[in-house]
């Protein structure tokens, strides 16, 4: 394991696990904690199945350092940089050639929220406090919050969430498709391992394809992104030499 910023991070065969260490401050977002992230996503992007970021502590990430920001409210560039270096790690955690997992514990708010919903896959504790909560600080989200939100759950949840700033339950989460997978604090240690176990077995060419169709039905025209799912199949299919080994595994083992 090794410390880059305020990020520890180990890799373990195919998985490149990010813990944002600042337990202190609930691991809320300073520079070291995108430069770590930054780090391992370069890491996954490298050869890894699958990215799973977590916190220190007890809790994932209570968002942004308020005293980082409160310093930087005279500084445009400087907020600049930040919000931008930040949204775009979150971006390359979302279009990277990896599977991503978010491990939720605690609270997961405002930054930290973006930051889950980067993620492709969010394994909750049951105990967890998730939620936008920028307008309980006269803030807006700036890191993609707003979007992913809104793409991620129905109009009337998302809006509930960005206006109200309440905090949901990981239970909750699960049950409105923020999550999807929440367990008891006892079983969640367990459970982390047994969904980063499924993701990183997975042909890792094949999950990078299947994750850019399932982009491209968010993003694209249903006729333009069926066309793209077919041409990513046959693409897959007819060049990916594990298709027949597994195949022929198949037929052997029927």
Same mark, same amino acid.
């Given at each position: 394991?090794?410390?880059?910023?305020? +990020?520890?991070?180990?890799?373990?065969?195919?998985? +490149?696990? %990010?813990?944002?260490?600042?337990?202190?401050?609930?691991?809320?977002?300073? !520079?070291?904690?995108?430069?770590?992230?930054?780090?391992?996503?370069?890491?996954?992007? &490298?050869?890894?199945?699958?990215?799973?970021?977590?916190?220190?502590?007890?809790?994932?990430?209570?968002?942004?350092?308020?005293?980082?920001? =409160?310093?930087?409210?005279?500084? @445009? #560039?400087?907020?600049?940089? $930040?919000?931008?270096?930040?949204?775009?790690?979150?971006?390359?955690?979302?279009?990277?050639? !990896?599977?991503?997992?978010?491990?939720?514990?605690? $609270? &997961?708010?405002?930054?930290?929220?973006?930051?889950?919903?980067?993620?492709?896959?969010?394994? %909750?504790?049951?105990?967890?406090?998730?939620?936008?909560?920028?307008?309980?600080?006269?803030?807006?989200?700036?890191? /993609?919050?707003?979007? =992913?939100?809104?793409?991620?759950?129905?109009?009337? $949840?998302?809006?509930?969430?960005?206006?109200?700033?309440?905090?949901?339950? /990981?239970?909750?989460?699960?049950?409105?498709?923020? &999550?999807?997978?929440?367990?008891?604090?006892?079983?969640?240690?367990?459970?982390?391992?047994?969904?980063?176990? @499924?993701? &990183?077995?997975?042909?890792?060419? %094949?999950?990078?394809?299947?994750?850019?169709?399932?982009?491209?039905?968010?993003?694209?025209?249903?006729?333009?992104?069926?066309? =793209?799912?077919?041409?990513?199949?046959? *693409?897959?299919?007819?060049?990916?030499?594990?298709?027949?080994?597994?195949? *022929?595994? !198949?037929? #052997?083992?029927?």
């Amino acid at each position: 394991m090794t410390r880059v910023g305020q +990020v520890l991070i180990d890799r373990v065969g195919g998985v +490149v696990h %990010a813990r944002l260490d600042r337990p202190d401050v609930r691991n809320c977002i300073d !520079f070291g904690i995108i430069e770590g992230l930054e780090r391992a996503v370069a890491m996954a992007r &490298a050869d890894a199945s699958v990215l799973v970021v977590r916190g220190s502590g007890g809790h994932f990430c209570a968002g942004a350092d308020l005293d980082l920001v =409160r310093g930087l409210i005279g500084d @445009r #560039k400087g907020l600049e940089a $930040y919000v931008t270096r930040l949204s775009e790690v979150l971006d390359a955690i979302e279009a990277g050639p !990896f599977a991503s997992l978010a491990a939720v514990e605690g $609270y &997961a708010v405002a930054g930290g929220c973006e930051m889950l919903l980067a993620c492709d896959v969010v394994l %909750a504790s049951t105990e967890a406090r998730i939620g936008d909560r920028h307008l309980e600080h006269a803030l807006l989200p700036g890191a /993609g919050g707003s979007v =992913r939100l809104v793409r991620a759950l129905p109009r009337a $949840y998302a809006r509930w969430l960005l206006q109200s700033g309440e905090m949901i339950s /990981g239970d909750q989460a699960r049950a409105w498709g923020l &999550a999807a997978l929440a367990v008891p604090p006892e079983e969640f240690a367990s459970e982390l391992d047994r969904v980063v176990n @499924r993701l &990183a077995s997975r042909d890792r060419v %094949a999950m990078t394809a299947v994750r850019e169709m399932a982009r491209c039905a968010e993003d694209e025209p249903p006729a333009a992104a069926m066309s =793209r799912e077919r041409e990513l199949f046959l *693409d897959h299919i007819t060049t990916s030499p594990n298709v027949r080994e597994q195949l *022929d595994g !198949f037929v #052997k083992r029927s």
